[in-house]
T-cell receptor
Framework: AQSVTQLGSHVSVSEGALVLLRCNYS??????LFWYVQYPNQGLQLLLK??????LVKGINGFEAEFKKSETSFHLTKPSAHMSDAAEYFC?????????????FGTGTRLLVSP | DAGVTQSPTHLIKTRGQQVTLRCSPK?????VSWYQQALGQGPQFIFQ???????QRGNFPDRFSGHQFPNYSSELNVNALLLGDSALYLC??????????????FGSGTRLTVV
């Protein structure tokens, strides 16, 4: 079964610094991959997704992620952190099985941004 | 265009009680998935409904049951509540023909507290 690993439950950066959130998936067959953001007491908002094609995916709010099949990774980056980026970030893989599909999530990474 | 609507937003129940959570999918979506997100964890798949039937189920006991109505809205029922059922319950809707492209649209969730 598919699994998703997010390294680092908490990541702290200064405002203006590079953001790097790590995600690895387990499947030998690359799944569809997603990054979601969750603000306190809210649901999940899609940041970006990788399905097929270009391996560098650009999302909302200046985030991007690169799919690397050789490393089974889909790390999320942002060149310059803003205070408003402080939130919980989840990486997820879409597990397809005979027409049925479900999302498998990592445990999340809390991004802390300091002034 | 309304997104995914979940109700209630919060509720408190006593151990042993039963609870019903509701979800109205995004317009044009016909598939509803339910996820449980315990504190500090990523969402865990409970089950998915399509054409008023449960298509697949995650690793949850039979105390968790659901229903989908002809208008595609859905309910999640939990019987004999345990303290460990305290969590944020997320509903995600999607279109059966395009779920792989989006992963689903999430509602803001229902925060269930069992005391």
């Amino acid at each position: 079964a598919q699994s998703v690993t997010q390294l680092g439950s908490h990541v702290s950066v200064s405002e203006g610094a590079l953001v790097l959130l790590r995600c690895n998936y387990s499947s030998s067959v690359p799944p569809y991959l997603f990054w979601y953001v969750q603000y306190p007491n809210q649901g999940l908002q899609l940041l970006l997704k990788y399905t097929t094609g270009a391996t560098l995916v650009k999302g909302i709010n200046g985030f991007e992620a690169e799919f690397k099949k050789s490393e089974t990774s889909f790390h999320l980056t942002k060149p310059s952190a803003h205070m408003s980026d402080a939130a919980e970030y989840f990486c997820a893989a879409l597990e397809a099985n005979t027409g049925f599909q479900k999302l498998v999530f990592g445990t999340g990474t809390r991004l802390l941004v300091s002034p | 265009d309304a997104g995914v609507t979940q109700s209630p937003t919060h509720l408190i129940k006593t151990r042993g009680q039963q609870v019903t959570l509701r979800c109205s999918p995004k317009s044009g979506h016909d598939t509803v998935s339910w996820y449980q997100q315990a504190l500090g964890q990523g969402p865990q798949f409970i089950f998915q409904y399509y054409e008023e039937e449960e298509r697949q189920r995650g690793n949850f006991p039979d105390r968790f049951s659901g229903h989908q109505f002809p208008n595609y809205s859905s309910e999640l029922n939990v019987n004999a509540l345990l303290l460990g059922d305290s969590a944020l319950y997320l509903c995600a809707s999607s279109s059966a023909v395009s779920q792989h492209a989006t992963g689903g649209t999430f509602g803001s969730g229902t925060r269930l507290t069992v005391v």
